[in-house]
């Protein structure tokens, strides 16, 4: 699946030519399926150029100064015309450092204009997802489930996690909250996408996943091989004509070696980023089709469960 960023749409080229085109599915040329997210956590990043209010987010476009407003219909009105195949609710995400008292009126508010998403929701082959907040707060987090898990949504999501908290919080919101929402529904877990995350959210009963992890770090001259975080900027690399991963199928390593990888990133050539990209990607892709085979087999705990416990490797 791939996602998509309503935000960034919204700004750019705007929701009107995405579905003239006929929808993502069109623009893009992909036929698999498409989900966007509501916009929501881009737009509370912005936080020295936004307000919230009941209504919705006013803010200024960092892409030429205009005000926009974005509202729960907004949002959904934008998702309808994008056309995905999965959209999100529209919700306020407060960052680690609120108090208990901002995450309640964050967690409230995300319930109150979910209800509003629902209502504008036009498009019945849309699935709309919900989506759980409360912070670091395990009661309010048990609430806020209870509350989306008694409307049978199509999907349920945990958001706000990832957002400056400890990993072992992260675990705790996971495990808390993941039981409470329904086991025949799909449940993702936003934000989150590094080996050892995935593994211990699988364990708890997650099924997706959504992280910028391997394009953020091939952008920084990061690569992953079997979990671990390699920098091909490391002098070790300037000599090594080994492909990055011999068991790899991505198109990179089986075209291009370290050593010119290195070169590429070295020497800041857009096309290393996107060769080093193409190889994470499929690393993580390759990584969660051998634990759906392991689920399948009944393997899972046996093949995965070291990660749990292991910290993650840097080279």
């Known amino acids: 699946m791939v996602l998509a960023n309503t935000y960034h749409l919204h700004l750019q080229p705007g929701e009107a030519i995405v579905s003239g085109a006929g929808g993502l599915h069109k623009?893009?040329?992909?036929?698999?399926?498409?989900?966007?997210?509501?916009?929501?956590?881009?737009?509370f990043s912005l936080s020295e150029m936004r307000t919230i209010t009941e209504e919705g987010v006013k803010f200024r476009s960092p892409r030429d100064g205009l005000m926009i407003y974005l509202t729960p219909e907004k949002s959904i009105q934008i998702q309808n015309e994008l056309g995905a195949d999965v959209i999100m609710a529209f919700d306020e995400c407060p960052p680690y450092t609120a108090t208990r008292e901002e995450v309640q009126l964050a967690t409230d508010r995300t319930y109150r204009w979910l209800e509003r998403c629902i209502k504008a929701h036009q498009r019945p082959d849309q699935a709309l997802f919900g989506i759980v907040q409360g912070g670091i707060y395990p009661d309010l987090r048990v609430h806020a489930a209870k509350q989306l898990a008694a409307l049978d949504l199509p999907g349920y999501a945990i958001g706000?996690?990832?957002?400056?908290?400890?990993?072992?919080?992260?675990?705790?919101?996971v495990k808390v909250t993941t039981p409470l929402l329904p086991q025949n529904k799909p449940r993702y877990l936003m934000g989150i996408g590094t080996h050892r995350e995935m593994v211990q959210a699988i364990a708890a009963g997650i099924d997706l996943f959504d992280c910028v992890i391997p394009t953020r770090l091939a952008r920084h001259g990061?690569?992953?091989?079997?979990?671990?975080?390699?920098?091909?900027?490391?002098a070790c690399f300037r000599e090594d004509f080994?492909?990055?991963d011999e068991?790899?199928?991505?198109?990179?390593?089986?075209?291009?070696?370290?050593?010119?990888?290195?070169?590429?990133?070295?020497?800041?050539?857009?096309?290393?980023?996107?060769l080093l990209s193409i190889h994470n990607v499929t690393e993580l892709v390759h990584f969660t089709k051998r634990i759906r085979e392991a689920i399948l087999?009944?393997?899972?705990?046996?093949?995965?469960?070291?990660?749990i416990t292991a910290k993650e490797d840097h080279k």
């Open 27 to 43: 623009f893009m040329a992909w036929k698999g399926p498409i989900l966007t997210d509501s916009g929501g956590f881009q737009v």
């Open 160 to 173: 706000g996690v990832s957002v400056g908290e400890p990993s072992e919080l992260i675990e705790q919101i």
């Open 242 to 244: 080994q492909p990055i």
């Open 297 to 307: 087999a009944n393997r899972f705990m046996e093949e995965f469960g070291h990660w």
């Open 247 to 274: 068991t790899c199928p991505c198109y990179t390593c089986q075209n291009f070696s370290r050593a010119y990888l290195a070169h590429l990133v070295r020497a800041q050539e857009t096309v290393g980023y996107t």
């Open 222 to 234: 990061a690569i992953l091989v079997n979990g671990e975080r390699w920098q091909i900027k490391n």
